[in-house]
C-alpha cells in the first residue's frame, strides 16, 4: 500500500487507512457482486476527524472509474448531516453529466459512514489559486460564478425530486442549520452593535434582513446549493473546470445567497492584498462576478435581466451574510457545532470583517440603497476606531 500525503494535516495512519479502504471494499464488493481490491492509497486530508483517501481500483471487473474517493466519517457525527449529504450527491449525480456541479456518487453505507464518489483527479483548491496571486485570480472567480449559475439554471424547478430523496431517507426537509443561524444573527445583530460600537440601526434595514432572512425557506429563485460554496470547497480540474466539494447540508435556497457568499468569501482567500485596488476597483470586479453568475441564471429567472432587480436581491442576501460573520465575530457568540469547524464565514480577521462590510457597502451603492450603504459605513467607522485604524 503506497500512500503520500497531500495537505499539511498530520499523516493518515496506516490502521486508519486499512480500515477506511476495508469499509470501502466491503462496500463496493456488495455493490457490485464481486471482489476487488484497492490500492495505491493517498490521504486527501479531511476536517476534525473525518477522513478522506484517493485510491486505484485494482481488480475493476465493473467498469469502476480508474480512481475513486472513500470518505468516513467519524461514528459520533450527526448521522442527518451524513444522509444528507449522500441525499446531495445523490440528487446532483442524477442530473446530466455537463450539469453535475461536483464528484458522482458511487455507493454509500449509512451505518459505516462511508461514502464513495468520483475522483476528480489533482487539483488546486480556489483558496490556493486565490492565494497564489499568480495572475488568474480574476479568471477563476469568472469561472467560480459562472459554476455557480449553471448549477442554478440546472437544478431549479428540481425541489420537489431533492424532497423526494430527503424523505425516502428519513431526512428532515425543512432543516437548513446555517438558515437557523441567519435567524439568530439578524434578531440579535442590532442591539450587539448598539452595546459594542453604538452604532444604531435604522428600522429600513431591520425590515431589509427580516425579509432577506426568509431566503432560506423560500423565494422566487429556488435552486440546489452545496450550502458552503466557499474557497476551500471548491476545486479547479483541467478537464472539468470549477467543482464544488462537500455538502454535509446541501439543500434548497434561494440563489441570491451562493452568489453573495461568493462575493464576501473570496477576498480573505487572497490573503494580503498585492494588487493595489481602491475600494472602486474591488467593488467593480465584484459586479463583474455577478454579471458572470447572472448570464448562466437569466435564462430559468427572466427578472434578472433587470439590472436593479439583481442588485437589490444580491444586496439583500450580502446583508443577512454580513451579519451573520459579525455576530460570529463579536465575543460570547456560540454557533452550530456542525458549522463552527470549517464555515467559510466562520471567525474572520479584523481586516477580513472590515472587508466584508466594504462589500456590502459596494452592494448598497450598486442597488442605489442609502438606507444599507449609510448603515455600512457606520460600522465602518466604528471599526476603524475600535480598532484604531
Given amino acids: 500500500m503506497v500512500m503520500s500525503v497531500l495537505t499539511d494535516n498530520p499523516p493518515l495512519g496506516t490502521a486508519q487507512a486499512a480500515s477506511v479502504i476495508a469499509a470501502a471494499v466491503r462496500l463496493l464488493t456488495k455493490r457490485t457482486g464481486a471482489e476487488l481490491t484497492l490500492v495505491e492509497v493517498e490521504d486527501l486530508g479531511g476536517t476534525g476527524q473525518t477522513v478522506v483517501v484517493r485510491a486505484k481500483v485494482g481488480e475493476n471487473p465493473f467498469s469502476l472509474p480508474r480512481t475513486i474517493v472513500v470518505k468516513q466519517t467519524p461514528p459520533q457525527s450527526r448521522l442527518e448531516m451524513f444522509t444528507r449529504e449522500v441525499v446531495s450527491y445523490q440528487f446532483t449525480t442524477s442530473l446530466a453529466t455537463g450539469d453535475r456541479p461536483g464528484p458522482e456518487l458511487l455507493a454509500w453505507d449509512l451505518e459505516e459512514r462511508v461514502l464513495i464518489i468520483s475522483d476528480l483527479g489533482e487539483a488546486m483548491t480556489m483558496s490556493q489559486v486565490l492565494a497564489s496571486h499568480s495572475g488568474g485570480e480574476e479568471n477563476a472567480l469568472m469561472a467560480w460564478a459562472q459554476r455557480l449559475g449553471k448549477m442554478h439554471a440546472a437544478t431549479a424547478g428540481r425541489e420537489a425530486d431533492f424532497s423526494a430523496l430527503l424523505r425516502r431517507a428519513k431526512v428532515p426537509s425543512g432543516r437548513d442549520v446555517i438558515g437557523q443561524q441567519v ?88 490573503g494580503e492584498d498585492k494588487s493595489g485596488k481602491s475600494r472602486e476597483l474591488w467593488a467593480e470586479l465584484d459586479q463583474r462576478i455577478v454579471q458572470a453568475w447572472r448570464a448562466e441564471a437569466v435564462a430559468v429567472w427572466p427578472a434578472l435581466a433587470d439590472e436593479m432587480t439583481v442588485h437589490k436581491r444580491v444586496l439583500a442576501a450580502g446583508l443577512v451574510w454580513v451579519w451573520l460573520t459579525t455576530a460570529w465575530w463579536l465575543p460570547g457568540h456560540r454557533r452550530d457545532g456542525a458549522w463552527s469547524h470549517s464555515h467559510a464565514l466562520s471567525s474572520p480577521t479584523p481586516q477580513v470583517l472590515m472587508a466584508r462590510w466594504e462589500v456590502l457597502l459596494g452592494l448598497a451603492e450598486a442597488a442605489q440603497d442609502q438606507a444599507v450603504a449609510k448603515h455600512a459605513e457606520a460600522v465602518i467607522a466604528a471599526l476603524r476606531a475600535a480598532w484604531r485604524w
Avoid at 462537500?246 to 434548497?252: A, H, K, L, M, S
Wanted: net charge negative; aromatic share 10%; no cysteine.
Fill in 183 to 270: 435567524q439568530g444573527a439578524v434578531g440579535a445583530l442590532p442591539e450587539q452593535l448598539r452595546e459594542h460600537f453604538s452604532v444604531e440601526v435604522s428600522d429600513e434595514v431591520r425590515e431589509i434582513a427580516a425579509k432577506a432572512r426568509s431566503l432560506f425557506e423560500k423565494g422566487a429563485m429556488r435552486a440546489f446549493s452545496p450550502a458552503d460554496p466557499g474557497p476551500d470547497n471548491i476545486v479547479l480540474t483541467a478537464d472539468q473546470g470549477v467543482r464544488f466539494l462537500d455538502y454535509e447540508w446541501g439543500g434548497f435556497r434561494d440563489a441570491t445567497l451562493d452568489i453573495a457568499y461568493a462575493l464576501l468569501t473570496y477576498r480573505g482567500a487572497m
